[in-house]
């Protein structure tokens, strides 16, 4: 075996040009590859980390995913029902403070509860849209998206007492209203109150920012006229991946429906799912690019070294040993190229980690490009790299070994 690695580096070393740019090649391809998975790896995650930090991880409602059974279905096994008409159901979890007991019981997180209701927020001759929701501030500030959203005032504004509420900056722009000014807030079913704008939040979700207006769980109660009712529970997980398992034992316990983060952003979690396999795959096509220069020197050697394998072989070398050392050949290579390649890739993705840049559109601070630091980079970069060079150097190492030394040592070949 020694001699066999002795033969090998005596080959490439044989062929110094030829190898220092098949190594190059690797290694460009391997420090590249680390760059563009750090890059889109940790645009991945800091859009997660964003997906979750906007939205509950585990959201419970006062709807059912399949409507209740008719009566007369439970009694008859063929119905037909025409004409039904829905009574007037005031919408709402039952028992609030029972469900709230029992999930603080075993939830290893945060909750909270909401009485959500569409509306109308007015001022000074001018209609918005919103979505009226009434909380505890307390228990809202651990789940709530905006708690750090905030351009003026704070949840801490509601608990002053009195008619306050919190809106988006947009929608008071839209308004024409400021922090201390009075607006008045309708309800779908008509009823109408004066509240004082105490703080105004900005999320950069416009949807959110122009559409949204927080008062206290009271008087979203009194607004939309469900007295002690809620119609939404808020879970915050300690961990974000156990939302599926929390979602489905509440909804199985409280017969609401309770979807978890993963379920409602299931499309978007797909296209991440496809849009790492093209990473992957952009990855591989370039290590398959950097295998074909190693192809090509140890090739080159086979072909120039056809009299070497014949004196080999005929000393007493096998097939077998022929395959080994032009396959060592090919490794070595690679190895040499992912060895530089890690460096040049660190390089790179600290480079990428230094750039600053800010949002024009939203005036934000400096900010920095999210990259991911994973030694799995590092390992899958190195491990297509090797496994390109094995493959380009079994080729041309299986052809060797097939050679007759007696041809080629008569001049056949």
């Given at each position: 075996m020694r001699l066999i690695l002795d033969l090998a580096v005596t080959h490439i070393a044989g062929r110094g040009r030829q190898t220092l740019v098949a190594i190059i090649g690797v290694a460009v391809g391997v420090g590249f590859s680390i760059a563009m998975a750090a890059l889109m790896q940790g645009g991945q995650d800091d859009f997660v980390e964003q997906l979750i930090n906007t939205m509950p991880h585990v959201?419970?409602?006062?709807?059912?995913?399949?409507?209740?059974?008719?009566?007369?279905?439970?009694v008859f096994d063929t119905v037909a029902i025409s004409g039904l008409r829905p009574r007037d159901d005031r919408r709402g979890i039952i028992n609030p403070t029972a469900a709230l007991t029992w999930l603080n019981g075993w939830v290893p997180g945060r909750l909270a509860q909401s009485l959500k209701t569409q509306g109308v927020i007015r001022y000074s001759s001018r209609d918005i849209g919103a979505s009226i929701i009434g909380v505890d501030p307390e228990i809202e500030q651990g789940?709530?998206?905006?708690?750090?959203?905030?351009?003026?005032?704070s949840f801490a504004g509601l608990r002053a007492g009195g008619n306050n509420i919190i809106i988006g900056d947009t929608m008071a722009g839209r308004l024409g209203a400021g922090l201390g000014d009075t607006i008045t807030a309708v309800s779908s079913n008509g009823q109408s109150r004066n509240f004082q704008i105490v703080g105004l939040f900005h999320t950069g979700t416009t949807a959110r920012d122009e559409g949204e207006a927080y008062v206290l769980l009271k008087n979203a109660q009194i607004l939309s006229e469900r007295a002690n009712a809620i119609n939404e529970i808020w879970i915050k997980l300690d961990d974000p991946n156990t939302a599926p398992t929390v979602a489905h034992r509440a909804e199985a316990e409280l017969g609401y429906k309770a979807v978890a983060w993963q379920e409602a952003n299931e499309a978007i979690l797909e296209a991440l799912v496809i849009r790492n396999i093209i990473m992957y795959t952009v990855v591989a096509a370039i290590m398959l690019v950097a295998g074909f220069g190693i192809f090509n020197i140890i090739s080159t050697i086979t072909h120039e070294k056809a009299r070497d394998i014949a004196i080999l072989k005929s000393l007493g070398f096998r097939e077998h040993d022929m395959r080994r050392l032009f396959l060592i050949e090919g490794v070595a290579i690679g190895a040499a190229g992912s060895a530089i390649g890690w460096l040049l890739g660190f390089l790179l993705v600290y480079a990428l980690a230094q750039v600053r840049f800010e949002l024009a559109a939203t005036g934000r601070e400096m900010t920095r490009l999210p990259i991911a630091w994973s030694i799995l980079h590092y390992l899958l970069a190195a491990g297509f790299a090797l496994a390109s060079a094995a493959?380009?150097?079994?080729?041309?190492?299986r052809r060797a070994a097939k050679l007759n030394p007696v041809d080629i040592i008569r001049g056949a070949t």
């Amino acid at each position: 075996m020694r001699l066999i690695l002795d033969l090998a580096v005596t080959h490439i070393a044989g062929r110094g040009r030829q190898t220092l740019v098949a190594i190059i090649g690797v290694a460009v391809g391997v420090g590249f590859s680390i760059a563009m998975a750090a890059l889109m790896q940790g645009g991945q995650d800091d859009f997660v980390e964003q997906l979750i930090n906007t939205m509950p991880h585990v959201q419970i409602t006062d709807e059912h995913r399949t409507p209740p059974r008719q009566p007369a279905e439970e009694v008859f096994d063929t119905v037909a029902i025409s004409g039904l008409r829905p009574r007037d159901d005031r919408r709402g979890i039952i028992n609030p403070t029972a469900a709230l007991t029992w999930l603080n019981g075993w939830v290893p997180g945060r909750l909270a509860q909401s009485l959500k209701t569409q509306g109308v927020i007015r001022y000074s001759s001018r209609d918005i849209g919103a979505s009226i929701i009434g909380v505890d501030p307390e228990i809202e500030q651990g789940v709530s998206p905006i708690v750090d959203d905030f351009r003026a005032g704070s949840f801490a504004g509601l608990r002053a007492g009195g008619n306050n509420i919190i809106i988006g900056d947009t929608m008071a722009g839209r308004l024409g209203a400021g922090l201390g000014d009075t607006i008045t807030a309708v309800s779908s079913n008509g009823q109408s109150r004066n509240f004082q704008i105490v703080g105004l939040f900005h999320t950069g979700t416009t949807a959110r920012d122009e559409g949204e207006a927080y008062v206290l769980l009271k008087n979203a109660q009194i607004l939309s006229e469900r007295a002690n009712a809620i119609n939404e529970i808020w879970i915050k997980l300690d961990d974000p991946n156990t939302a599926p398992t929390v979602a489905h034992r509440a909804e199985a316990e409280l017969g609401y429906k309770a979807v978890a983060w993963q379920e409602a952003n299931e499309a978007i979690l797909e296209a991440l799912v496809i849009r790492n396999i093209i990473m992957y795959t952009v990855v591989a096509a370039i290590m398959l690019v950097a295998g074909f220069g190693i192809f090509n020197i140890i090739s080159t050697i086979t072909h120039e070294k056809a009299r070497d394998i014949a004196i080999l072989k005929s000393l007493g070398f096998r097939e077998h040993d022929m395959r080994r050392l032009f396959l060592i050949e090919g490794v070595a290579i690679g190895a040499a190229g992912s060895a530089i390649g890690w460096l040049l890739g660190f390089l790179l993705v600290y480079a990428l980690a230094q750039v600053r840049f800010e949002l024009a559109a939203t005036g934000r601070e400096m900010t920095r490009l999210p990259i991911a630091w994973s030694i799995l980079h590092y390992l899958l970069a190195a491990g297509f790299a090797l496994a390109s060079a094995a493959v380009a150097g079994y080729l041309p190492a299986r052809r060797a070994a097939k050679l007759n030394p007696v041809d080629i040592i008569r001049g056949a070949t």
